[in-house]
């Protein structure tokens, strides 16, 4: 049987590259070329979008009032941290000017702007250069969802254990991220479950991928770093984590993190 591939003439073949090498080129995690088409885009793209953040949001103790969220985005997270935690500070971190912009401006028409510090830096610089911005008892929680995958696992290693020394005592981590599967075999199911939520949501995986941007590497973040959850979990008490939990999984898509000592 002939592949599909094959079919394709070389004219075709190059048409193809041409419009891939002029797609515009973005940071790692800003997905789509134009960021106005980030909140509803990566919702066809990620199954249960929503329902992850929920979950992760769940996770933070109800008391918290310092929290630091890494790789902010266009806000989606941190307007749900904000909006169940009213007493809470929350430090936002990007090192995307553009998605930082559409952050505030949603922040601000929620009226929460005078409770967010923004800071425009690295989060992989920051852990490398062991940078400490945490206020004196240090954070109660620190978030991220959908932008540690794109470090290699050696500084997810050392992201995690940066996340240690800023975090006050008993304070939790909680990450959102693409997971790899523990058995290849499950690499299809993953790739059909996307699909077919894709399909549910009135698109397809290749037309949302049309609006995807061109990837490339910036700072210590670069195309799709994934790791086994099981990957995770080990380099999370390895980094010095007392408690790795995994309260919400779908297939390749996970909530997981823990917490610090509180001694």
């Known amino acids: 049987m002939t592949s599909n591939s094959s079919q394709e003439s070389p004219v075709a073949n190059s048409s193809k590259e041409a419009i891939a090498e002029a797609k515009t080129e973005i940071f790692p995690g800003e997905v789509f070329a134009n960021t106005a088409d980030f909140d509803s885009g990566i919702r066809q793209l990620l199954p249960r979008y929503d329902e992850i953040l929920d979950s992760l949001v769940r996770c933070i103790p109800g008391n918290?009032?310092?929290?630091?969220?890494?790789?902010?985005?266009?806000?989606?997270?941190?307007?749900?941290?904000?909006?169940?935690?009213?007493?809470?500070?929350?430090?936002?971190?990007?090192?995307?000017?553009?998605?930082?912009?559409?952050?505030?401006?949603?922040?601000?028409?929620?009226?929460?702007?005078?409770?967010?510090?923004?800071?425009?830096?690295?989060?992989?610089?920051?852990?490398?250069?062991?940078?400490?911005?945490?206020?004196?008892?240090?954070?109660?929680?620190?978030?991220s969802?959908?932008?540690?995958?794109?470090?290699?696992?050696?500084?997810k290693l050392k992201l995690f254990g940066w996340i240690c020394d800023n975090l006050a005592q008993g304070g939790c981590f909680w990450n959102a991220d693409p997971v790899l599967p523990e058995s290849p075999a499950l690499t299809e199911v993953y790739k059909t479950v996307r699909e077919e939520w894709a399909q549910a949501q009135g698109t397809t995986l290749t037309e949302v991928r049309a609006k995807l941007g061109k990837s490339v590497s910036q700072g210590y973040s670069s195309q799709d770093q994934l790791a086994s959850l099981s990957a995770h979990l080990d380099m999370l008490k390895t980094a010095g984590f007392e408690v790795a939990e995994v309260p919400w999984k779908y297939f390749g898509l996970a909530v997981f993190g823990g917490f610090v000592s509180k001694a």
């Open 145 to 155: 969802s959908l932008a540690i995958h794109h470090l290699s696992d050696r500084m």
């Open 64 to 143: 918290s009032k310092q929290i630091l969220e890494l790789g902010c985005g266009t806000g989606e997270l941190s307007l749900k941290l904000l909006s169940r935690y009213r007493e809470a500070e929350l430090v936002a971190v990007d090192y995307s000017s553009r998605m930082l912009e559409v952050a505030r401006t949603k922040i601000e028409a929620a009226g929460y702007a005078q409770r967010v510090k923004w800071i425009e830096a690295d989060f992989g610089n920051l852990a490398n250069l062991q940078v400490n911005i945490a206020p004196s008892a240090g954070f109660n929680a620190c978030v």
